[in-house]
């Protein structure tokens, strides 16, 4: 049977509905007939798990064939490795639909129409799709089990669990398919994405260079960016941003990569070139609607507030993504339109409940929301269970701080704060999270350097949270000049007859060789504890390891950073950096 991954235990019980890419059981198997585009449904399945990725052709120089209708082109952007347009999506659904009506027994038709239903899903908003995409593929392993060759509906799962946020899911299905054929391409997508939602840094990197080796080109240089970005190492994320967007052909290809780019630059603090790549990315593909979000952020950022408004109305209509509600929401309630922040914020709730019910796991836009416009010992207990459930990314780790935080237990959010600026991510909302909860503890000198980080890293990260940081930073005041008065020598004063040593103590430097060194660095630490501090620790001064470092840039699990192997223009290794195994 294949209803499950066939290796690793069973996820934690959740509290949300059942989810993921298991929970509904396979239908009876189909009566077997001609498996005619078995060659072809092997090949688009492959593809369309693989959502984003950007590729082209190996061989650019041949030219597309000519006046292909939307059907043809869906099936040559699968045959390029490239994402289809919507509307060629959408033909190519109906395509399969049709085939599979009366060629039911067509496996990888089957896995071509699930992992279609499950991009379609994915890029519209529209979670009812991933019901349909699970029965599709639950359809396909009823005619042809995995364990006989059907991989792709394997990866289709996977895919289909890390769109439903059910990343443990997704590892399953990824591992399963990486154990039993290790040259498949397809499955490393999945295992990046899930890697990363779990806050497995080393696995992604490992999963990055492996399929660079197996994918050469665009496609490695999409996800190797993605993993300079993660680490911190912008100039690197940037350029191999740049080399993925050169390379890609499709303009449904090309908008996403040049999306990525405007992302890029408004995390830098540049929404003047964000917006100018946004701008380019819908110029290619006017259907391209996460540029559209981008978009309004960057006007929002440029103060240009009428336009933002609009640009956020129009996406939030055609592309209901909860974090965008949640942003345009934000933007009203910093402008002071309670009212429409309001009416933002119901229809924040209504999306969320749909997407509990159709198995989505929202729960980390569902905390922010709680934590600050909300309750936010709610936002606490919604990341309790991310964090029980093996979800322990940087995001889930900042969003935890700052719920416990806002509760009124600083102390005890300090240690996930910290842990988030750890990983290496340059986000500057997590060092304003992490500096507010330092401050909030009257640590003042670690609290002023992570606040200027914040502004330092993005001036405009926040329409509401950017003037508090402004702010706080400002009620701090300048460091006093000469130092902390309060340091005094750690032994005591030599008197007026004591000699100066003449040499080092060899007994002292003896027993300090004894002394274990303690690597620095993410996940070097012991992990942080449910029960470390206490309700109404906030106005505690100090906690073991709460001195943060403002220079977060460096790599946490840079272990298996020195790029995708095999990349068109090989990514440049950071000086170093040690080298992930294979």
Do not use: C
């Amino acid at each position: 049977m294949d209803a499950k991954p066939q290796q690793n235990p069973e996820p934690p019980p959740s509290t949300l509905p059942p989810q993921g890419a298991t929970s509904v059981p396979p239908p009876p198997a189909p009566m077997r007939t001609t498996l005619r585009r078995a060659a072809f449904g092997a090949v688009a399945a492959a593809v369309l798990v693989a959502g984003a990725v950007i590729a082209v052709p190996d061989d650019e120089g041949e030219a597309a064939p000519p006046a292909q209708g939307p059907v043809a082109r869906a099936e040559a952007a699968a045959a390029a490795g490239s994402p289809a347009s919507l509307s060629d999506l959408t033909a190519l659904i109906g395509d399969r639909q049709k085939w599979v009506e009366t060629h039911p027994a067509d496996a990888p038709s089957w896995a071509v129409l699930g992992t279609a239903y499950v991009e379609w899903g994915r890029r519209a908003a529209d979670s009812a799709y991933y019901t349909r995409a699970e029965q599709a593929l639950q359809r396909s392993l009823a005619a042809q089990p995995g364990e006989r060759g059907n991989v792709q509906a394997w990866v289709g799962l996977g895919a289909l669990a890390n769109a439903r946020n059910d990343f443990l899911a997704g590892k399953k299905w990824g591992e399963t398919v990486r154990s039993r054929q290790p040259k498949e391409w397809t499955a490393y997508p999945v295992l990046i994405d899930a890697y990363n939602g779990l806050g497995e840094y080393a696995a992604a990197a490992r999963a990055t260079e492996k399929f660079g080796t197996l994918r050469k080109g665009a496609p490695a240089l999409a996800r190797t960016s993605e993993m300079y970005r993660n680490q911190g190492w912008r100039e690197d994320a940037l350029a191999t941003a740049q080399e993925a967007a050169d390379l890609a052909g499709a303009p449904a290809a090309k908008a996403a990569a040049l999306h990525r780019l405007g992302d890029l630059a408004a995390e830098r603090g540049e929404p003047a070139e964000a917006l100018a790549q946004y701008d380019a990315a819908l110029r290619t593909d006017r259907g391209h609607l996460p540029s559209l979000a981008g978009r309004a952020r960057a006007l929002a950022a440029l103060e240009r507030t009428d336009e933002a408004l609009a640009e956020y109305r129009t996406v939030t209509t055609k592309l209901p993504r909860p974090e965008y509600v949640l942003e345009l929401g934000e933007l009203y309630e910093s402008l002071g339109l309670d009212g429409d922040a309001r009416t933002q914020y119901t229809k924040l709730r209504d999306l969320l409940t749909r997407a509990r019910t159709a198995g989505v796991d929202e729960s980390l836009t569902e905390a922010r929301f709680e934590a600050d416009h909300g309750d936010p010992e709610a936002a606490v207990e919604l990341m309790r269970t991310e964090w029980a459930a093996q979800r322990r990314s940087a995001a889930v780790s900042d969003t935890l701080a700052w719920a416990l935080h806002r509760a009124g237990r600083s102390e005890e959010g300090m240690q996930y704060a910290e842990r988030a600026v750890e990983t290496g991510v340059r986000d500057a909302s997590y060092a304003y999270h992490l500096g507010a909860i330092e401050s909030a503890l009257g640590q003042d000198g670690p609290a002023r350097g992570h606040l200027e980080e914040a502004l330092r890293t993005n001036p405009y990260f926040s329409p509401p949270a950017a003037p508090l940081a402004r702010e706080a930073l400002d009620a701090l005041g300048e460091p006093a000049a000469g130092g902390p008065e309060a340091v005094q020598p750690s032994g005591p004063e030599p008197g007026p007859s004591q000699e100066p040593s003449r040499g080092p103590d060899k007994g002292a430097d003896k027993e300090a060789e004894k002394e274990p060194r303690r690597e620095q660095g993410a996940g070097s630490g012991p992990e942080p504890s449910a029960s470390t501090g206490s309700a109404g620790s906030g106005g505690s001064t100090g906690s073991a390891g709460s001195t943060g470092s403002a220079g977060s840039g460096g790599s946490a699990g840079s272990d298996g950073s020195t790029g995708a192997a095999g990349a068109s223009a090989a990514p440049r290794a950071k000086p170093g950096a040690a080298t992930a195994s294979p």
